[in-house]
Antibody, heavy 119, light 110 residues
Framework: EVQLMESGGGLVQPGGSLRLSCGAS????????MDWVRQAPGKGLEWVGR??????????QYAASVRGRFTISRDDSKNLLYLQLNSLNSADTALYYC??????????WGQGALVTVSS | QSVLTQPPSASGTPGQGVTISCSGS????????VNWYQQVPGTAPKLFIY???QRPSGVPDRFSGSKSGTSASLAVSGLQSEDEADYYC???????????FGGGTRLTVL
């Protein structure tokens, strides 16, 4: 069974940093692209970015709203996906989902990690 | 303002049919496959339609997707109360070099 479990969410002050982790199991993690998608409270879904697999040279792509502030990385030896969030502001307050990316779309989603940016 | 445009709400009575539209452009929907996600409030989104018109296993055949030009649609026939949820369209955009979501449509079964 495919499982994705995010961790590391919490309350952070404006301008602060946080690192989210996502543990993957039940599939060959190293073979898949992985994405982060976020959802602000009461709002719609927003794509944050993705990281390709080793064959794709671990290339990353980001939404314009987070480019230069957020960094996606992965550790295939530990089946872990990361999202480093820097220079946070209130607009970054959201539930952050870790998502498996396939040629057919984003097929498996974690339950999300809540990031709250507030003083 | 979302890159893909969806109506904020749609509704119908049990047994009726409803269609949710998703409007994009030549840099996204016209070039790339459209997927649809269902999100029941308080839960993670679920892939409902992929590659414009394909249903993952477990998705009722009452749901169908289509695409024409720069627009896509999700049609639901024989509405049931369990269909109440938010529905999002998404596609790749080669101008933005990223995925773009619609703003979501809240489907209500009256």
């Amino acid at each position: 069974e495919v499982q994705l479990m995010e961790s590391g969410g919490g309350l952070v002050q404006p301008g602060g940093s946080l690192r989210l982790s996502c543990g993957a199991s039940g599939f060959s993690f190293k073979d898949h692209y992985m994405d982060w998608v976020r959802q602000a409270p009461g709002k719609g879904l927003e794509w944050v970015g993705r990281i390709k697999n080793k064959f794709g040279k671990y290339a990353t792509q980001y939404a314009a709203s987070v480019r230069g502030r957020f960094t996606i990385s992965r550790d295939d030896s530990k089946n872990l996906l990361y999202l480093q969030l820097n220079s946070l502001n209130s607009a970054d307050t959201a539930l952050y989902y870790c998502v498996r990316d396939t040629p057919s779309g984003l097929d498996y989603w974690g339950q999300g990690a809540l990031v709250t940016v507030s003083s | 303002q979302s890159v893909l445009t969806q109506p904020p709400s749609a509704s119908g009575t049990p047994g009726q049919g409803v269609t949710i539209s998703c409007s994009g452009s030549s840099s996204n929907i016209e070039k790339f496959a459209v997927n649809w996600y269902q999100q029941v409030p308080g839960t993670a989104p679920k892939l409902f339609i992929y590659d414009n018109d394909q249903r993952p296993s477990g998705v009722p055949d009452r749901f169908s997707g289509s695409k024409s030009g720069t627009s896509a649609s999700l049609a639901v026939s024989g509405l049931q109360s369990e269909d109440e949820a938010d529905y999002y369209c998404v596609a790749w955009d080669d101008t933005l070099n990223g995925r773009v979501f619609g703003g979501g449509t809240r489907l209500t079964v009256l």
